[in-house]
Nanobody, 130 residues
Framework: QMQLVESGGGLVQPGGTLRLSCAAS????????IGWFRQAPGKEREGISC????????YYEDSVKGRFTISKDNAKSAVYLQMNSLKPEDTAIYYC???????????????????????WGQGTQVTVSS
């Protein structure tokens, strides 16, 4: 049974850092594209970053580009999201999600779309506040 479990969330001051982890079990991470999403209160879930199964390519939405870094460790079956220079507007529940494959040609246009993914974690809360 596929399972994704996020961890690493918490309360941090503006400008601070957090590292989120997404532990995968029940499937081979080598073959899956992984996305990080977030949902703030009263807002829709948005995709912010993803890493491709085919060649490890990464993608970032403008809202997090230059501040967040996604990485994937297939040996540890884990995906990470390093978040630096955090802002109050980054406050949200953060989710990781998995989809088998995803053609490379579609990666940049589709990897932040929630309906592309079939497996989701339960989320971890990130609060950025002074």
């Amino acid at each position: 049974q596929m399972q994704l479990v996020e961890s690493g969330g918490g309360l941090v001051q503006p400008g601070g850092t957090l590292r989120l982890s997404c532990a995968a079990s029940g499937f081979d991470l080598n073959y899956y594209t992984i996305g990080w999403f977030r949902q703030a209160p009263g807002k829709e879930r948005e995709g912010i970053s993803c890493v491709s199964s085919s060649d490890g390519a990464t993608y970032y939405e403008d809202s997090v580009k230059g501040r967040f870094t996604i990485s994937k460790d297939n040996a540890k079956s884990a995906v990470y999201l390093q978040m630096n220079s955090l802002k109050p507007e980054d406050t949200a529940i953060y989710y990781c999600a998995a989809v088998l494959g995803m053609p490379r040609i579609l990666f940049k246009s589709r990897c932040v779309l929630a309906n592309e993914y079939h497996s989701w974690g339960q989320g971890t809360q990130v609060t950025v506040s002074s």
